[in-house]
């Protein structure tokens, strides 16, 4: 679980596949003197596992399912790339609930503001703007952002300066991929609308506020 703040931006030192896996090197002193064998860390907001570290460098794999499901397809030998460790459930969740799960990758479409604060507009898919709603939560590249607008093939979201200064989106240029994963919360709703509500021994009904209200979510 991560919360979509990111600690550090990595450089990539090299991304290779092996008959099943990808391993994917990352150059970051700031935090790969504290990662270990096993951990999980956030790659431009997708969960992987350490598989090695030292020497302020550490690898990852990661399957072909993920690869499929993201932008690494673009990755090279001097990529930019957000990292965070996974959360620690004594601390403050600052950001939102991020599972580190990408649903699929968008592209910017204009970059546009002041210098020290830009609005992004990005076009994707129908599957993946059906659960991104105005004002809600987003991970972008694995930084947590507050959309602003909703539309059937796109959305935009606001980058503050600290934003810009510390990620890779404020290297970002038209046409370019960014990650998506959007709010958990609305893949569940989607999924008790699509399965219904069980009617206590009779055939499934089509979900109600009736039917939340008695499965107490009034």
Same mark, same amino acid.
């Given at each position: 679980m991560f919360t979509g703040l990111v600690e550090a931006v990595g450089t990539v030192r090299d991304f290779s596949k092996t008959e099943s896996v990808f391993r994917l090197s990352v150059e970051c002193p700031a935090i790969a003197p504290e990662l270990k064998? !096993?951990?999980s860390v956030a790659v431009? !907001?997708?969960? *992987?596992t350490v598989v090695s570290a030292g020497g302020g460098v550490f690898a990852v794999e990661m399957m072909p399912e993920t690869y #499929?499901?993201?932008?690494f397809s673009g990755l090279t030998r001097g990529s930019r790339v957000n990292l965070e460790r996974a959360m620690r459930l004594d601390g403050r969740l600052e !950001?939102?609930?991020v599972l580190g799960h990408v649903d699929g990758t968008a592209a910017l479409e204009k970059l546009k503001g002041p210098p020290d604060t830009k609005t992004a507009w990005f076009r994707a898919p129908e599957s993946l703007t059906r659960h991104i709603v105005g004002k809600g939560s987003i991970a972008v590249d694995g930084v947590s952002l507050t959309v602003i607008d909703a539309e059937k093939d796109s959305f935009s979201v606001g *980058?503050? &300066?600290v934003? +810009? @200064?510390?990620s890779t989106l404020g290297l970002l240029k038209p046409g370019d991929a960014v990650n998506? @994963?959007? /709010?958990?919360? !609305?893949k569940y709703v989607e999924r008790l609308l699509k399965r219904g509500? &069980? /009617?206590?021994? #009779?055939?499934?009904? #089509? +979900?109600t506020l009736e039917g939340l209200c008695e499965l107490g979510y009034g």
């Open positions: 064998f !096993g951990q431009c !907001g997708a969960c *992987l #499929a499901r993201t932008r !950001g939102h609930l *980058l503050i &300066p934003t +810009l @200064e510390n998506i @994963e959007t /709010d958990i919360v !609305g509500v &069980p /009617d206590r021994g #009779a055939a499934s009904a #089509a +979900l």
